[in-house]
């Protein structure tokens, strides 16, 4: 008897301390999910706390929880895992989880599409596409979808304006710019891509090179067997283009191998209209001088090709090597340019013609290793070295015939230059990280030889004879030397990390004709630091800080001239100086959808080409310089909808204030600055109930910019796309009409005291292409029968 009167007194106290946890768990259909396994894991280690499944209505219930930090694990049969960070201090009734559908089911790896994922990370926007509406689209329209990310025709990249960016694949630096890389990346098929990782603010692992890291994170394929695809494409914008490319996929139990090789070849136009004005005292025009260029360049053939191999010598250790190339043997122009030189009443006061006959050959190859070893699950040392060979050869001849108006040439020049690049790059890296303990460290150690030559030949009496004036070679050497340690930590709500980089840099650029040698070496600290702070489910806010380092580019430390005509060349400068940059961010994510960027980014002499007219010779100038500084701030917001089941739109917007500070021609302080806007909206249209017929309709606006001395004019662009699968999915069809009523062409104007002068530009970006994809081998394959360590499972 007593024993139950002890038992009667002491019960409203022995649940003391111990709370319940509930919820209802749906799919991404709103119907309940039964039968998911429901886990709770502590935190520190992952390890199991205590687990239970959902009923027939979805509805799961766990009791006598200490209360605490969590994570609840959800898993289900065709969704995709999830993950909720709980901080458990009374019963807690979770709001209705909704899950994912899975990339892959896996009784017969039937492939479903969604909608493209933006997610905030503590240093990162992640931007999925695997298995998406997106993942049609090639890797460059990929990039071009991506928020914060704005594409060019001339394979230009710009994230909130700024040109400093560094494109990696998979964490791995891609040696390749501009054209080559939006060559190469077009031969790169989306379906291939996992994510785009946009790092405004690169944590103390990544080389500090760049304001901002674009990560292109491709697939691994974790499945036993073989597939491959085929696809060919046409392109039809002024002149025809077409490429082929093929891609396969093999995967042991051991051994892995990945194959991708594209053949292209075409014509590329780019147009364009040069206007000079020389003013007098007044600022009155003097005269003007105005150019029609059109640089028509026929290539054939282009070769780009990627292989990558793995071993897994055993579960706690792994190999892998891989090579990435491009070649572009004959890519050769004529280029016919008329220039008329109007006096102050507009009347024509001569004219000269210039001819320019151009042979352009280049290839890249990249080489890299790896070794990876686990210490444990969360335990890993890493070792990776790359080795790249570079090489470009430019031929130019150039004949120039002046008149006067209605009359024969009265004076012919003819000049030769020959410019040939090579560049070899090495690197060697070794990186540790202790997950347990939130610490990451590692060293690493980079080298580049570059050997530029330019020979230059004048046309006098028929014989071409060499100008020793204007012939140099220049010789870069250049060693850097980084170590950076960083620390991640939880606590409750909070995500902390922060983390130092050091650099050392030693370079020697000698100008051999001239006998010019330039030193610098100098250390440099870059810190970084985040916050996330996640409030609820719904609400998310985060800072972050970085310093961060951009480095011109090798040959624009070359001082000599590189001629485009008798009045008019390219100039490089040995003693630019190395920019510094400083990001802010501040962000808030809700509910998970809508994402909202606040930031600020200081760049202390950035260098960038700026043109200026000499009056003493009457010739443009463009000169690779650095200014003095660049300040930006502003707002972007990107969100992904689901309008109705047939419907998906990614939108995404921003405003900002840029301000580039310069010196000019005359010595003075000026300053160029502007308000932007810039929009877009990506619509994806499924058109029938198989969901094998698909479409897209996408636009975006970019109002005025500046660039150092540069005011661009506003830019916009109108796409549409259509695809279709067919033949039990073996094949798919396509057609795009890319820039339907040339948007993109652009006005470049520099006006600041007595500089005046603006051209159009337009890169061949209205096209209409078609082509077709088709798969070989198993595209349904069976899953490895293992469990997946959790590092894989972060893949």
Known sequence: MRQYLLLFILFPFIGTGQQKISGTILDYKKNPVDFAAITLLKPQDSTLYKSTQTD?????????????NYILKITSLGHSEKHLNIDLQTDTELSPVVLEQAAEML?????????????????????????????????????????????????????????????TINDKKVYLTGDELKQFLENTNGED????????????KYEAQGATVLNI??????????????????????????????????????????????????????????????????????????????????????NSYRLDSGYEIDSLNTVSFGVTGSSSPNFNGFYNVPTYIYDRNGQLDSLYVTQNKRKNASRN???????????????????????????????????????????????????????????????????????????????????????????????????????????????????????????????????????????????????????????????????????????????????????????????????FRSYYNSYSYFIGDPKLQPTIIHNLNLTYTLKDKYNFDLYYRQE???????????????????????????????????????????????????????QDTFQGIDKKIYQNNCWQFNGSINNRFILNKKKDCTAEANFY?????????????????????????????????????SDVYRGEKQTVTTNYANQYNYFTDYSDTQNFRIGFKYNIGNQKLSEKNREQTEEQKRL
Do not use: C
């Open 701 to 737: 606006y970019n109002s005025p910019s500046v660039q150092g001395t540069f005011t661009i004019s506003q830019s916009t662009s109108l796409n549409f796309a259509f695809r279709k699968k067919a033949f039990h999915e073996k094949w798919e069809f396509f057609a795009l009409f």
């Open 217 to 302: 994170k491709l697939k691994k394929n974790v499945k036993l067997g073989y597939k491959g695809t085929v696809t060919g494409s046409y392109v039809q914008s002024i002149y025809p283009k077409g490429v082929v490319s093929t891609s396969h996929i093999y995967k042991g139990k051991k051994l892995s191998l990945t194959g991708r090789y594209s053949l292209g070849s075409g014509t590329y136009v780019r147009e364009g209209k040069d206007f000079v004005h020389y003013l007098d005292d007044s600022g009155e025009t003097n005269s003007v001088w105005e150019s029609s260029l059109r640089r028509k360049n026929k290539s054939t053939p282009q």
């Open 56 to 68: 027939e209505k979805g509805f799961f219930k766990i009791m006598k929880i200490e209360k605490g």
């Open 193 to 204: 891509v996992k994510s785009i990782e946009v790092i405004t603010n690169p944590p103390a």
């Open 365 to 559: 190859s990249a080489y890299n290793f790896s070794y990876d070893h686990k210490f444990s699950e969360k335990k890993k040392l890493s070792f990776s070295s790359d080795y790249t060979r570079y090489f470009d050869n430019e031929n130019q001849d150039i004949f120039s015939s002046f008149s006067l108006p209605n009359s024969i040439p009265y004076r012919e020049t003819r000049f030769v230059s020959d410019n040939t690049q090579k560049i070899q790059l090495f690197s060697a890296q070794s990186d540790y990280s202790n997950e347990e303990k939130g610490i990451e460290i590692g060293v690493k150690f980079g080298k580049v030889k570059a050997d530029s030559k330019l020979n230059f030949k004048d046309a006098i009496n028929g014989e071409l004879i060499e100008n020793a004036e204007r012939t140099n070679q220049f010789l870069y050497d250049e060693s850097i030397f980084a170590g950076y340690i960083s620390y991640n930590k939880e606590i409750k709500k909070w995500t902390l990390k922060a983390g130092l980089r050091g650099e050392h840099t030693q370079l020697e650029g000698n100008s051999v004709s001239i006998t010019e040698i330039n030193k610098q070496n100098y250390f440099k600290l870059f810190p970084t630091f985040y916050a996330l702070y996640k409030a609820n489910e719904n609400h998310q806010i985060g800072f972050s800080y970085g310093k961060r380092i951009s480095r011109p580019q090798y040959s624009w430390l070359n001082p």
């Open 107 to 167: 009784n017969d790896v039937q492939i479903t599409a969604s909608k493209p994922i933006v997610k905030r990370k503590i240093d990162r926007l992640e931007f999925t596409v695997e298995n998406s509406s997106l993942s049609t689209n090639n890797a460059w329209e990929i990039l071009g979808k991506t928020p914060s990310v704005t594409t060019m025709g001339n394979g230009g990249l710009t994230v909130r304006g700024s040109t400093s960016i560094l494109v």
């Open 604 to 658: 202390k002499n950035p260098s960038m080409e700026i043109s200026y007219q000499d009056y003493e010779t009457t010739t443009v100038v463009y000169h690779l310089t650095n200014i003095e500084k660049n300040t930006a701030f502003g707002l972007d917001f990107n969100t992904n909808l689901v309008l109705f089941k047939w419907w998906e739109s990614g939108i995404e917007s921003g405003i900002n204030y840029t």
